[in-house]
């Protein structure tokens, strides 16, 4: 079995283990089950890097739902660069969320709206991105001028937005095919069995610099 949707509190991949099946987690891991995903920890902490670098210090988070380890490895990652930065994370611009584009409409809808709003958000994958878009237009805030905004996952309508995405981009041919690997790898269950693929950034339109 390949599993691609586990979350942390489920208990089927520590079933599979005790009943001896063979299986991999993709995309996601529980840090035991072979798992193959992209360094989320490093993908987050690369997108909060890029706003950094364009002198953004007002920095929002639409941050997934925490029952998901790729949600939770890319707040860290935005918490890494910002710690490393030297800049408090305002933690009323962070807000849990689902995976959904009526997710991050909502998210951004209630970071957006307050009576002091970041310059740029990090959402943790594209979908919520695009969410994102639909609140600051809601709000009459200009994309990519008003607001700088980077999703993550590099889906194919990113780079054909009006206002095109800056996307953190994931290999998925390498992560699928890692995850076959494992699937029939004879090694134990546990850290080494876990493969990270590099993460890189994608600059576009939707991020521009500080003013």
């Known amino acids: 079995m390949i599993l691609a949707t586990s979350r942390l509190d489920d208990q ?41 670098d364009l002198g953004h210090r ?20 935005y918490r890494r660069a910002m710690h ?24 951004g809808y209630q970071i957006l709206s307050q009576e002091e709003r970041p310059s740029a958000i990090f959402a943790v994958n594209d979908n919520l991105a695009i969410g994102v878009m ?6 009459d805030i200009s994309i990519g001028a008003s607001l700088s905004l980077v999703g993550y996952n590099d889906i194919p ?9 800056t996307s953190v981009h994931i ?15 004879e090694r134990p269950p546990g850290a080494d069995c876990i493969r990270r693929a590099m993460p890189s950034l994608i600059p576009r339109a939707s991020s521009v610099r500080y003013p």
């Open 157 to 165: 309508v990113a780079s054909r937005l009006p206002v095109s995405l």
């Open 134 to 139: 639909a609140a600051a237009h809601r709000l």
């Open 171 to 185: 290999p998925f041919d390498y992560v699928a095919h890692q995850a076959v690997e494992l699937l029939f790898s």
């Open 84 to 107: 490393e930065a030297g800049i408090p994370v305002r933690e009323e611009w962070v807000m849990e969320s689902g995976f959904g584009i009526e997710s991050g409409e909502t998210a």
């Open 12 to 52: 089927l991949p520590s079933r599979l283990r005790d009943q001896g099946v063979s299986h991999s987690l993709v995309l996601r891991t529980d840090g035991i089950s072979p798992s193959s995903l992209g360094d989320d920890i490093q993908g987050g902490y690369l997108a909060t890097r890029h706003l950094l």
């Open 58 to 77: 007002d920095i929002g988070l639409v941050a997934g739902p925490s029952f998901t380890s790729s949600a939770r490895d890319r707040q860290e990652g």
